[in-house]
């Protein structure tokens, strides 16, 4: 095990794979299976695309990326994992203290596999879903940037099967198949997690996916590298590295919405959204229903507030809290309890119940926290141009599916409303079909021209790895 990544097999990795035969064997055999999802299910039409890339050649935190134009299906997808931390240990639950585990605990499998394929299933599942996003992007910077993103949630699912390959036999085997079965809002054998069923229609869409559904990805990615087992840790410390950009990705791409029309309200003095859409971009009211959207499929993602399971994994030291070695308490939990929300006549309550049952709960309030601040730096974006709105997250009981709220009707401002005031004013909080109809409208074609940004996105502040913004960061060929 090195820091340096082995270019020479036929699956890039740091692992020392070639001194596993039989693992090295199932996992080329795996490998033309993904490959045949690639080229199905990756970016439509991209396959002859030269994608001005970054591709891990080694994973220290210094000088891991190296950037050069690559084809996609080129791309050295493998197995990366971050050194192992001399003596490291089980930092939690009822087995703390003891060293962390190298192989899966037979009394733990059958969760781990479960954490493992859950987690899995989301990277392709992202992939499908943003798949015809390449046909209408707003220049060759932002297409180059999907891209990116794209392989490397295909490499994320690298990390998973090599996980399952590795440490759960022939039942693992069988899951890395079915993660490459399973398609994104297939009616008869879909994606695991809702939100990862959901369409990606158009930019916009991809952008708040990004800032909001990719940062549960960290969020689900940091509490699994709090492992006890220590290759799920260290493959999902990797995998963290890259999740950075994706969520740059998604902040920095409704920034660019956000500043071109609050700067063209602003010179153009416009205030209604027709007559800030009669300018071919996209009225701060629809980011609004977008973002509601996108926030609350996304708080789903996190799981019931109140979960024997989620207890569980924590007292066995299977999934940690966010940043659980910082944490100052016991990290057992046992004494502890932490407030829910629940509604109770009407009205909604906070409620202390034992902290084991509310990670969930918890680890969702992290990442309102970290959402919060991104939307605060929108804010800042719209108010420098003097345009009186504002962005705000939704009430986290809003249009839920999942936990206490599920059932309920809950306004963005956290009222608890009868089913019928709920569909009456449904269309001022979600995205209609009006709506998402109008944002397609803008985004017909594709912009192609080095430099060059479709009207309703303004340019980045700086190009990538230095390029200047015209830089051609794809080659169509
Ligand atoms: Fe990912
Ligand atoms: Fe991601």
């Known amino acids: 095990m090195t820091d340096n990544i082995n270019y020479i097999d036929r699956i890039p990795n740091n692992v020392d794979l070639g001194r596993d035969r039989v693992l090295q064997r199932a996992l080329e055999h795996w490998q033309p299976a993904y490959m045949g999802w690639w080229?199905?299910?990756?970016?439509?039409?991209?396959?002859?695309?030269?994608?001005?890339?970054?591709?891990?050649?080694?994973?220290?935190?210094?000088?891991?990326?190296?950037f050069d134009y690559v084809k996609m299906p080129e791309y050295r997808w493998g197995i990366f994992l971050v050194p192992p931390t001399a003596d490291r240990q089980v930092n939690?639950?009822?087995?703390?203290?003891?060293?962390?585990?190298?192989?899966?605990?037979?009394?733990?499998?059958?969760?781990?596999?479960?954490?493992?394929?859950?987690?899995?299933?989301t990277e392709p599942a992202s992939v499908e879903q943003q798949r015809m996003l390449g046909m209408s992007c707003p220049s060759l910077y932002d297409l180059r940037n999907i891209f990116q993103v794209n392989v490397e949630e295909g490499r994320h699912l690298w990390a998973m099967v090599y996980l399952l390959h590795r440490y759960f036999g022939r039942d693992g085997r069988e899951e890395a198949e079915s993660l490459l079965e399973r398609?994104?809002?297939?009616?008869?054998?879909?994606?695991?997690?809702?939100?990862?069923n959901e369409p990606t229609p158009d930019w916009l869409a991809f952008f708040m996916f990004t800032f909001f559904t990719d940062r549960d990805g960290k969020y689900q990615l940091s509490s699994l590298a709090e492992s006890g087992f220590d290759p799920l840790a260290r493959t999902c410390r990797f995998m963290l590295t890259e999740e950075a950009h994706h969520m740059f990705v998604g902040e920095t791409g409704v920034g660019r919405i956000v500043q071109r029309?609050?700067?063209?309200?602003?010179?153009?003095?416009?205030?209604?959204?027709?007559?800030v859409r009669a300018f071919g971009v996209i009225d701060l009211q629809t980011m609004q229903r977008y973002l509601n959207f996108h926030y609350s499929v996304t708080l789903d993602l996190f799981g019931s507030d109140i979960s024997s399971n989620a207890a569980s994994f924590y007292t066995n030291g299977l999934k940690g809290r966010f940043e659980e070695t910082r944490v100052k308490d016991d990290h057992v939990l046992s004494d502890t309890t932490y407030d829910v929300h629940e509604v109770a006549h009407g009205q909604i309550v906070a409620k202390g119940v034992p902290a084991l049952t509310a990670l969930n709960e918890r680890l969702r309030d992290d990442y309102i926290r970290e959402v919060q601040s991104g939307v605060e730096r929108w804010n800042r974006i719209i108010a420098k141009t003097g345009v009186a709105f504002r962005l705000a997250l939704p009430h986290k009981g809003f249009h839920r599916e999942i936990g206490n709220f599920a059932g309920h009707h809950i306004t963005p401002d956290g009222r608890v409303v009868s089913e019928s005031e709920w569909n009456d004013q449904a269309h001022e909080w979600l995205p209609s079909q009006a709506d998402y109809s109008y944002v397609q409208s803008l985004m017909a074609g594709r912009v192609v021209e080095p430099g060059k940004f479709a009207n309703w996105i303004a340019p980045p502040r700086a190009g990538i790895n230095n390029q200047p913004l015209n830089f051609e960061y794809v080659r169509f060929n």
């Open 39 to 66: 080229y199905d299910m990756g970016p439509t039409e991209s396959h002859n695309y030269d994608v001005y890339l970054r591709t891990a050649v080694s994973v220290d935190p210094e000088g891991w990326a190296q």
């Open 183 to 196: 398609r994104s809002g297939d009616v008869d054998n879909p994606r695991i997690l809702g939100a990862f």
């Open 92 to 121: 939690f639950g009822v087995n703390k203290g003891q060293a962390a585990w190298q192989e899966v605990p037979g009394e733990y499998r059958s969760s781990l596999r479960r954490l493992i394929v859950t987690q899995g299933d």
């Open 261 to 275: 029309t609050a700067e063209l309200m602003a010179e153009q003095k416009l205030e209604d959204p027709d007559s």
